[in-house]
């Protein structure tokens, strides 16, 4: 995972070993436990509705950037906590430019001459400005009197630590947060995309999707997204 370290940061969950990583893992689980996930289910669904009501009725169009629409929006208010529209009105080119990241990116930014070029240079600023606006949004965070009352991951990350464990550095955080984009980003709207490729080509099982969907019935909906992985699975190398 080296290679993840120049846009990912030193403290990666996916970078750190042995008791770096037990501890940082240790204070992450908070965030994603079943109570947590399913207190974002409400803001995802209202986001992820809002964005269909935007699709043409009729006419045929990629699936894939609507899904990374999605998966973008749902990063930023239920991960990042941003809320207010002129932040994220800033940071969505950002962020988008930060995770159209390929191995071509990613090796050159372990040669510090080639970061005077294009494309290494423009990554690095919008990198560079994506990390301002992050270190203002934990500030202005951890500023805030009602965290525990605050569901998105960003206000779970900062009430946990305690006895047993230092809470997370400001660095910590951000390294955590883009490690969240980087790795749920692409790999959700992939994922996503297949899914619909497969419901497409099952119509039974798009009809019964679509009643589980109306009935909140999300044991078979989790089982429609499973299979659709199994079938198209996003990281083969594992």
């Not at 204070?27 to 996930?37: E, I, Q, R, S």
């Not at 497409?200 to 909140?216: I, S, Y």
Request: proline share 5%.
């Amino acid at each position: 995972n080296t290679i993840l370290r120049p846009a990912m940061g030193e403290h990666s969950l996916l970078l750190v070993d042995e008791d770096d990583h037990q501890r940082t893992r240790r204070l992450l689980m908070p965030a994603f436990n079943g109570a947590a996930l399913r207190g974002y289910a409400a803001l995802v669904g209202e986001l992820a509705r809002a964005e269909v009501d935007r699709w043409p009725i009729g006419p045929t169009f990629r699936a894939m950037p609507r899904m990374q629409a999605i998966t973008l929006e749902v990063i930023l208010r239920v991960v990042f906590g941003v809320s207010d529209e002129a932040r994220l009105r800033r940071l969505r080119p950002l962020v988008a430019r930060l995770v159209d990241v390929g191995p071509t990116i990613m090796l050159g930014l372990f040669y510090p001459g080639l970061q005077r070029y294009r494309p290494w240079r423009s990554y690095l600023t919008a990198k560079s400005k994506v990390d301002e606006l992050l270190y203002a949004q934990i500030a202005e965070r951890r500023g805030q009197t009602d965290l525990a009352d605050r569901t998105d991951v960003l206000s779970r990350l900062l009430t946990t630590g305690g006895a047993d464990a230092e809470p997370l550095s400001d660095a910590e955080l951000r390294d955590q947060l883009v490690t969240l984009l980087l790795a749920g980003h692409e790999t959700t709207a992939t994922a996503l995309s297949w899914t619909l490729h497969e419901l497409a080509r099952h119509p039974d099982v798009q009809r019964d999707a679509a009643r589980a969907a109306d009935d909140g019935d999300d044991e078979y909906l989790g089982a429609v997204v499973k299979e659709a992985m199994r079938l198209r699975p996003v990281i083969s190398q594992v």
